[in-house]
């Protein structure tokens, strides 16, 4: 995979944290469009030998060491090693993108607590986690990019046993607006992207095809969204294309929510 010419990368010789990028969808994709504009990326994911295979592959693809880490985000001495690793070895820290997220159906009459503890726990505390990792180095160099992976559910409430993912989306609203009240005096700016649908291989496993065609049917492009169309709002939100915009959530959904 070619790289642009040096003097167009929007993200040339930035160091970037990509947590849960290991997987066939938004992380990953994340990543790579991150590393074709030129940034030194660094990957985490909860299955350690996924993300080793990952960041080999993009070695190969993008011609500079992409260092992996076997990180659940819910653990903070992972997530601070993560961080003071990366730290230490590039001496910055320039963009943070939260991805790691997890989905468990279970309505709240009968949600365990274990249920509830670890949706919360991977999508909000896991944001909270990385976010005060990396906050010391941004503010110290007073420059950095926080990027986290909301979703419509933040705003939608949900039906059918979602009330624990609507809720942690909805916090990593709240936290993302408050951060970027906090630091944006020192520099850091920080943005979430709430996504509707977005279409990969895992959730084709998971979800029957008729969920999709009904999707698609809300969309106002008639299509579903994509792994890359994220990529690409991420992409801009850390670039210095974005330096007027923090404390935002950017819906992208083709759409589909707009009509009542």
């Known amino acids: 995979m070619s790289l642009k010419e040096e003097g167009t990368m929007k ?3 930035r160091v970037a944290i990509v947590t849960a990028a290991a997987g066939a969808g938004i992380g ?3 990543a790579r469009r991150f590393a074709e504009e030129g940034a030194q990326l660094v990957i985490s994911d909860a299955h350690g030998r996924r993300a080793q295979e990952v960041a080999a592959r993009m070695e190969k693809d993008y011609g500079r060491q992409v260092p992996s880490f076997e990180v659940d985000v819910r653990r903070r001495d992972q997530v601070d090693a993560m961080v003071r690793a990366t730290a230490e070895r590039f001496g910055r820290i320039d963009v943070l993108f939260n991805n790691a997220g997890i989905n468990k159906l279970e309505p709240v009459a009968e949600m365990s607590d274990e249920t509830w503890d670890l949706v919360l726990g991977v999508c909000l505390t896991g944001t909270f ?3 005060r990792a990396v906050l010391p180095h941004m503010i110290r160099q007073r420059r950095g990019v926080i990027v986290s992976m909301a979703s419509v559910a933040g705003w939608i409430a949900s039906g059918d046993g979602q009330a624990h993912y609507c809720a942690a989306k909805a916090g990593v609203m709240a936290f993302t607006r408050s951060v970027a009240a906090e630091c944006g005096r020192h520099g850091v700016r920080a943005n979430a992207i709430a996504p509707g649908v977005i279409y990969n291989e ?3 496993r ?3 095809p008729d969920y999709f065609e009904r999707r698609k049917e ?3 492009v008639g299509r579903l969204g994509e792994p890359a169309d994220v990529a690409n709002l991420a992409l801009f939100l850390a670039s210095d294309e ?3 915009i923090t ?3 950017f819906c992208i959904s083709g759409g589909a929510y707009v009509r009542a």
């Open 11 to 13: 993200l040339k010789d």
């Open 28 to 30: 990953q994709a994340v």
């Open 129 to 131: 986690y990385a976010t």
């Open 202 to 204: 895992f959730l084709s």
């Open 206 to 208: 998971i979800y029957p």
């Open 218 to 220: 809300q969309s106002l």
């Open 242 to 244: 974005a330096s007027y």
């Open 247 to 249: 404390g935002e959530i």
